[in-house]
């Protein structure tokens, strides 16, 4: 399988503990972005990466939230001291320029 | 970002087709019409995209209005599995193809 993948699918934590989340891109798709779905809603845009350029970042993305992707191939999400409101999916998705962007299954997190 | 407007959910019936409506009364000459679909606990699955023509793939068919303000999305023949939330997203695609996603429309599928 050659799709986007992501690690873990399933995280539970308690409130105020960091987690990191890795996202394996499509082999040759330059661009990497995380989305974060919570219940009932269509998934939101977090960051969005060119190779290992960070270009773009929503407000959503709290200084609580630092996003890498340091050789331009995978990329990791960490949330610090997370809060209750932080349980949600959290997606990662790539693509090639003009090209279809394709999700992986993501992240779910639940903070207790 | 211009916006999309869909009904909340559509129910239909196993094998016969569906359409799912779309409005974009604000897109621009340079936006796409992309659909995505998500099955419970996945991540949205690509379903089929288009500018101005319409369009056809193994999975659906694309209908685009004349003046673009409306798409439809067909299923020909909805099975159990066609069960999901549908997204129809505009994206500029070229820089950055970010994906502003509404709530989406919920197909139930009645055997």
């Known amino acids: 399988d050659t799709g986007v993948s992501q690690d873990p699918r399933h995280k539970i934590t308690k409130r105020g503990q960091n987690v990191t989340f890795r996202c394996d891109p499509i082999?040759?798709?330059?661009?990497l972005y995380w989305y974060r779905q919570t219940l009932g809603q269509g998934p939101e845009f977090l960051t969005y990466?060119?190779?290992?350029?960070?270009?773009?970042k929503s407000r959503l993305l709290s200084d609580r939230f630092s996003a890498e992707r340091p050789k331009g191939s995978f990329s990791t999400l960490e949330i610090q001291r997370t809060e209750q409101g932080d349980s949600a999916m959290y997606l990662c998705?790539?693509?090639?320029?003009?090209?279809?962007?394709?999700f992986g299954p993501g992240t779910r997190l639940l903070v207790l | 970002d211009a916006k999309t407007t869909q009904p909340n959910s559509m129910e239909s019936n196993e094998e016969e087709p569906v359409h799912l409506p779309c409005n974009h009364s604000?897109?621009?000459?340079?936006?796409?019409i992309h659909w995505y679909r998500q099955l419970p606990s996945q991540g949205p699955e690509y379903v089929i995209h288009?500018?101005?023509s319409n369009v056809n793939n193994r999975m659906a068919s694309l209908a685009i209005a004349e003046d673009r303000k409306s798409s439809t999305l067909i299923l020909h023949r909805a099975t159990l599995r066609d069960a999901a939330v549908y997204y129809c997203?505009?994206?500029?695609?070229?820089?950055?193809?970010?994906?502003?996603f509404g709530k989406g429309i919920t197909l139930s599928v009645r055997p």
């Open positions: 998705a790539s693509d090639r320029e003009f090209e279809t962007q394709y």
């Open positions: 082999s040759e798709h330059n661009r």
């Open positions: 990466f060119q190779n290992e350029a960070q270009l773009e």
């Open positions: 604000t897109i621009s000459g340079t936006d796409y």
């Open positions: 288009g500018l101005t």
């Open positions: 997203i505009l994206s500029r695609g070229g820089a950055n193809s970010k994906l502003t």
